[in-house]
């Protein structure tokens, strides 16, 4: 009996496996689908219906294949009872504090109010996501025309002034003479080139910053740019105060609050910061004490925000402290990143206008050079 029942697990172990891989290759680029099943699935729970049922009528509602069979397997895994939280970290479907929040919820019979607590997290972070996207734009776009109008000149105009400057019988200046080169570069090699390096920066660009398992390296470049490290700490500390707060509130034991952000950050300073923060609360420190013995703690956490920490845990009011954390910062983040733009506009105008300006002189001093000589 036993041996049939060890045989059954590790069947199950290997099916479990299979659909662990299926879903994490169709789950690429379903990241709004994922997040829509989240929402109708709390409404459904929230009207009191059984999750076997909620996830089977959206599965039978949903169009997209691939969002399809990872329901399937969702399905199949909770009808044979397994934990709906535990389903879901096979699959790879939902972020660290949403698992956190649907195993609290599944534990304490709360699931409906929990699943509800992290849709509004996660419409707080698309929010967000779509804040930074927005001042993205603007210098993303100018950027974008400036390059493909400095290519189309310098591989298709350059190239066909060299014979007219070699017929000038003058010295060339260095200028003109690297933009000569340079132009003749693109235009012999300019078809490989050029689609090479594009290629080449949307798969660094895809793996620094999109791919859950390589996009840590690209936060830690951002963290070490002087710019960007500023609205990087402001994020994560919103992020951090928000997630604990919430996980707080919901029920989750500090320590396992704790190990979800941890899990969540893709900062190495943060992580390690975190981790010790557990450790030390474990043995029963305050975070007073912890702020104090970690070095260049107020270089993750800003004073002002560990003394708000402070006084909610004095007064046991933390997870209100820190979700009047994630509020602040979360408002400073957004206001930085507005004034960045801001100053980026004309910096930008005042790049691409030197960029011109460069063209401009290495084509035209020549001439200058020639008129100057006729005289």
Known sequence: MGAKKQKKELKFGELSRRKQIIASLYSIWLGEQIESFYEDLSILLNSGMDIVTAVRIIHDEIRSFRMRKILSFLLEEIESGASFAHTLEQLNIAPRFILALVKVGEDSGRLAENLGVAVKQLKRVKEFLGSVRSAMIYPAVVLSLALLVGLGTTWFVIPRLTGAFESLNVELPALTRGMIAFGNFISDYGATVIPGAAIIFAVAAYFLFVFRRTRFIGAQILFILPVARYIIRHSEVARFGYL??????????????????????????????????????????SFKEIFKKYKHSTALIPTTAQYMIEAGERSGSLPEALLSIGEAYEGKTSSHLKNITTILEPAIIIVVGLGIALVAFSILMPVYSLIGGIR
């Open 244 to 285: 604990f707060g919430v996980l707080l509130q919901a029920g989750l034991p500090i320590i396992k609050a704790l190990d979800s952000i941890r899990e969540a950050t893709e900062l190495k300073p943060y992580y390690n910061f975190y981790t010790f923060m557990r450790k030390k609360i474990e043995s029963g420190e």
